[in-house]
């Protein structure tokens, strides 16, 4: 029983801090000498970007900020750790800080919640043809069709096909040209 107990316990310190993590709280901003520095994520901050610090959500996490003085919203990705200081609960990037107008004041009273991006599942209808998941091109010289991702010259470029398959593609393309004259002829 003190086993499980403890167990609890510990599971509760470690992976349960994010249940607990403040909702409402005041938000600041990090300054324009930050610029260009190193984030805990390993990236380099930029002002114009959607990001912020926060010390309980995991990297990565989206975030919904919702001003409460004047409403605005903003959603911002959890990039750095962060303010370490009680006065704060999150620090923003300064283009959310703009979006959230609090750059004249400094800090103002925000609520967090994490922001899941609802997304439908593709779905196509009938009703608009051209609206396809994957696009399949035909290629009328070799009488096939191929999907769109295997005539992208990048990905042409990144496979590497071996010497006798080359040679052979060759040959095919030139007996199907030779074979387009002559259909042209008649």
Not at 49 to 62: E, N, V, W
């Amino acid at each position: 029983m003190q086993n499980r107990l403890l167990t609890l316990s510990l599971i509760f310190l470690l992976g349960g801090g994010i249940l607990f993590a403040q909702t409402k709280g005041r938000a600041s901003y990090y300054s324009d000498k930050l610029h260009g520095n190193f984030m805990s994520n390993g990236e380099r901050y930029n002002k114009d970007s959607m990001t912020c610090a926060h010390l309980k959500y995991p990297l990565g996490t989206l975030l919904k900020v919702r001003n409460l003085s004047n409403g605005r919203e903003v959603i911002v990705k959890v990039t750095d750790r962060g303010p370490h200081t009680r006065r704060f609960v999150i620090d923003l990037s300064k283009a959310a800080a703009k979006k959230l107008d609090i750059i004249r004041s400094g800090h103002s009273m925000v609520e967090i919640t994490p922001y899941h991006e609802r997304r439908v599942p593709y779905r196509w209808t009938d009703d608009d043809p051209d609206d396809k998941e994957v696009d399949i091109s035909f290629i009328p010289a070799a009488g096939f069709s191929t999907p769109f991702w295997q005539t992208d010259s990048a990905f042409l470029a990144k496979k590497k096909q071996p010497h006798k398959i080359k040679h052979l593609q060759k040959k095919v393309n030139k007996i199907l040209h030779e074979d387009l004259k002559k259909n042209i002829k008649k």
